[in-house]
């Protein structure tokens, strides 16, 4: 069966979701830091350029098509990282919006990790 919509057009509009996620980061560091956990060592805005450049490089990757299994792998990693550290936490509470994105999110990452040609 012939696909509606080529899975190389989903790719890239993942990846420039993805890629608009990391520059928000850069342009809201300093309102999104405060959100950073205590428990977390550094600047709370230093998290927020480390966990904005991951989504920008792997859209980068996705977009020309170069390091992409890896790329999507790590960007997988990191979301399922947040997942756990969190979300985890504010889920419980009730709050499941955030773990299920980022979860969604991950698994997306993995489908295209996983359809890489590399």
Do not use: Q
């Not at 405060?34 to 977009?63: E, F, H, N, Q």
């Not at 960007?75 to 399922?80: E, F, K, N, R, W």
């Amino acid at each position: 069966m012939k696909s509606i919509i080529p899975t190389r057009v989903a790719e890239m509009l993942f990846a420039l979701a993805m890629g608009t996620f990391g520059v928000l980061h850069f342009i809201h560091a300093d309102m999104m830091g405060g959100a950073v956990p205590d428990y977390m060592p550094a600047d709370g805005k230093i998290w927020i350029y480390v966990t904005g450049g991951g989504p920008i490089l792997a859209a980068i990757a996705i977009l020309i098509n170069k390091f992409k299994r890896l790329a999507c792998y790590l960007l997988a990693l990191m979301l399922l990282i947040f997942v756990f550290t969190l979300h985890l936490k504010p889920a419980m509470d009730g709050n499941m919006g955030a773990l299920l994105k980022d979860t969604a999110l991950a698994m997306a990452a993995i489908i295209i990790g996983n359809n890489s040609s590399e």
